[in-house]
DNA sequence: TTGAAAGCGATACCAC
DNA sequence: GTGGTATCGCTTTCAA
């Protein structure tokens, strides 16, 4: 192994100024500079991780914490782990992956452990029990959502309550006035996940607005139950004219279950999809789509850690403002027939 | 922060015997293990990572190197993650989640900082750049996937040369004689990728030794890209009877393309899809599979490198064995109107 | 602008 | 069965 005094002796410097050439922690001629980093190419020297972590008390690595159920949004998930690496090395961090269902107890250990200098997470739930252990640590956490109680964390997200509302506002603009929600599954509902239950709300809240009659209709991912959750929607409602989907796994099989029902898209019924933007040119019509910014929430995640992990103390809760594309799955309701 | 030394004082012992106490590497009597086991509870006590990796020359960290497009088959990835992840876990490990495109440099980086004991490398290429600085690397490594020369790597995966021949022969032996292979998009076959590569040849070879008349159709995920497959698909051959379908992406598409067509499933054409098992449902029709044990594989990849680790050091080559489940989506082909 | 040396918190060898 | 301590490779303070 080769360690800084190989490059040291190397170079004919203290091991010490080879520190400061990497840290750039103080001034060093350009000359000492030169022959430090000639020696350290010559010997191909990368520091020792663990070495470094312990003389400076920074890993360098921040943790993850991923929900890795296969039901949920998948894509939407990938796209963020995604990102998330990305901007992380951008920062020269590496990125730990802990699995949300490792629990609380992980989180400790992580951070007791200085396995990690901060930790991002994902999945939060709206009275997450995750959030004492997280606050109780002494380490950075950027929490990907906002729970009822931030408690002092950092939260970054998509605006889920304002998309609830846009969605709704959308097809209301386009005149239509009675319109349905499927949401996720209704596990996700359960668990209390929070960017579901503030759609939701956001959904409820602007319908009542605009005094649109709303419903909600819940399916899980399997192509059965978009079919089964089809028949009920219209069983209680068969005036519906609007379909908002928060629900990626049940989009294919919604649309094609609307077309088995000779229903067209958007001249029968309106559909607008809350998913990443690449799914929008999947499906047979282009989709309206309020995007799920992913990899900006991704990014800007890593951001915000970063600034804590640069002393910047004081907590703060992003929101991105949703961004609603009008494709061609929406579009004014047909005239009620003249009865 | 709570030392090995604060341990050992509140316990009343050495330094030494709580780290033995922790690492089992001699034996305690058991009125000092308890003593000492009390006290790391009471006091909270982590061993500082950094500290251990430094003085043991291990950091119970593996490295994922993982293909992050949005393009590729998500769910396989994401389940596969998923798995090593707790495969890791259970083994005592962390893992660190390293993008494919930081490159070959990236490895060393990792190898040569001490970060990782150990590295695993998914979406391998048949002739895989990443393999030299690999086998340079003094650390133990699997491949997820087959290259052509593995050049003494480990590796393990789903045998598909098998898989493309068992879908083959699961539509010979049902009586098709036509058959189209539409397979993931063709950027994955120009990089090489090494399953894809693999399916490739052995659903030709099965083909042709059964005198089966087989054809290959690319097609991209998309809405589009599917139809237009199929459009060409059926142009050159109108007479094909059974689909094999490697691409998750474009499932969904293809069976409504089918359907539009007017093509029921499996009465005019058999389809077996090659993907996760937890997707055979999500269809129309129950589809028959022959399934990508992501799962599996991840738990494989980590004991492989679990065993590297604990001195194991001749490397072997897993593929796991394909299984094709019939469901509902295969069927013998309708008998040739009697001209 | 540079060097010397004291830690950082474990592990594992050498004693007893 | 247990304790003392050199050691791992780096950072950073103190001195020059």
Known sequence: MVTINDVADAAGVAPSTVSYVLSGKRSISPRTRRVVETAIRKLGYHPHAGARALASNRTNVLALVVPLRADLNVSVVMEFVASAATAAREHDQDLLLVTKNEGPAALQRIASSAIADALMVMDVEVSDSRLPVLVALDRPTV?????????????????????GAACVAHLGDLGHRRVALIGPTPA???????????????????????????ITQECTGSYEASHTALDALFTRDPGITGLIVHNEAALP???????????????????????????????????????????????????????????????????????????????????????
Chains 1, 2 share one sequence.
């Open 143 to 163: 929490l990907i959502g906002v729970p009822d109680y931030p408690a002092g964390l950092s939260c970054v997200d998509l605006d889920f309550t304002a998309a």
């Open 188 to 214: 996700v509902y359960q668990r209390g996940t929070s960017y579901a239950t503030r759609f939701l709300h956001g959904f409820a809240e602007e319908a009542k607005r605009r005094e649109i009659h709303a």
């Open 253 to 339: 099989a919604l649309l094609s279950g609307l077309r088995q029902r000779n229903l067209r898209v958007p001249e029968d019924i309106s559909v607008v999809a809350v998913c990443p933007d690449s799914m929008a040119g999947q499906h047979a019509t282009g989709l309206t789509t309020v995007a799920i910014p992913a990899e900006e929430i991704g990014a800007q995640a890593v951001e915000m850690t970063m600034r804590h992990l640069g002393g910047h103390t004081t907590p703060e809760i992003r929101l991105l403002s949703p961004r609603l594309t009008t494709r061609d799955s929406t579009a004014p309701p047909r005239p009620e027939p003249v009865s």
